[in-house]
């Protein structure tokens, strides 16, 4: 089963304003990463967050961890077209990564 | 420093036709993880090598499917005789030997179209 599940499935935004998505997680992690993944394209890393850390930034994006709720959240500040696409949260399970069914992001300009 | 390389980049099979998908990892990694993505999902975990070592296959299906990362060359991923169900995006990721699942990075996967 899946570890990592995201809210919402889709989510649609007009340019400029803030983005939030969830993700929940089943088992202890040792770490939470989030990806984008454009359409057709591959994932490309943003951020990593260890599970004794709380919060986490890189330039627009703030990710938590609340490892009692075993949750986290992707907060994009100033959201841009071009951060349309599909974002998925990926936790440690032993020898790889397991990834949530991903958000779908649209920023309309 | 080139990322994950992988190729072919889509692939369209026939029925019964056996597919074979490579990965080249990022200079100095040596493992590579293999993931399957079907549309509309998340992408689920296959299998794990090392240097000529199968370290973790639990995600493979039980027939068809087979993984290499030999000495030389890049990582294969072999599917003999495709169905329809196989077509799906499928990526590559590499990573340093001491991180395994702290950062893997991903190639820009092979998308299989089983006709």
């Known amino acids: 089963s899946q570890q990592g599940e995201e809210d919402p499935q889709a989510l649609s935004i007009q340019e400029g304003e803030n983005a939030t998505m969830n993700c929940s997680y089943k088992t202890s992690i040792n770490n939470l990463q989030w990806y984008r993944q454009n359409s057709g394209r591959g994932l490309v890393h943003l951020i990593l967050i260890r599970s004794n850390e709380r919060e986490k930034h890189s330039g627009r994006l703030r990710v938590t961890l609340d490892t009692s709720k075993k949750s986290s959240s992707l907060l994009i500040t100033a959201s841009r077209a071009a951060d349309t696409a599909s974002y998925f949260c990926?936790?440690?399970?032993?020898?790889?990564?397991?990834f949530g069914a991903g958000t779908i992001l649209r920023v309309k300009s | 420093n080139a990322g994950v390389m992988q190729n072919p980049r889509h692939l369209v099979r026939r029925r019964g036709q056996e597919a074979r998908l490579r990965c080249s990892p990022m200079k100095g990694h040596s493992h590579v993880y293999w993931y399957r993505q079907l549309p509309e999902e998340g992408l689920k975990f296959m299998v794990y090598l090392q240097k000529e070592n199968i370290i973790d296959e639990s995600g493979m299906p039980k027939e068809r499917f087979s993984a290499e990362f030999p000495k030389e060359g890049p990582s294969i991923l072999r599917i003999q005789q495709v169905v329809r169900g196989d077509s799906a995006a499928y990526f590559c990721?590499?990573?340093?030997?001491?991180?395994?699942?702290?950062?893997?990075?991903f190639g820009p996967g092979t998308r299989l179209t089983v006709l």
């Open positions: 990721a590499s990573s340093l030997p001491s991180a395994r699942t702290d950062t893997q990075y």
């Open positions: 990926a936790t440690d399970g032993g020898n790889k990564l397991v």
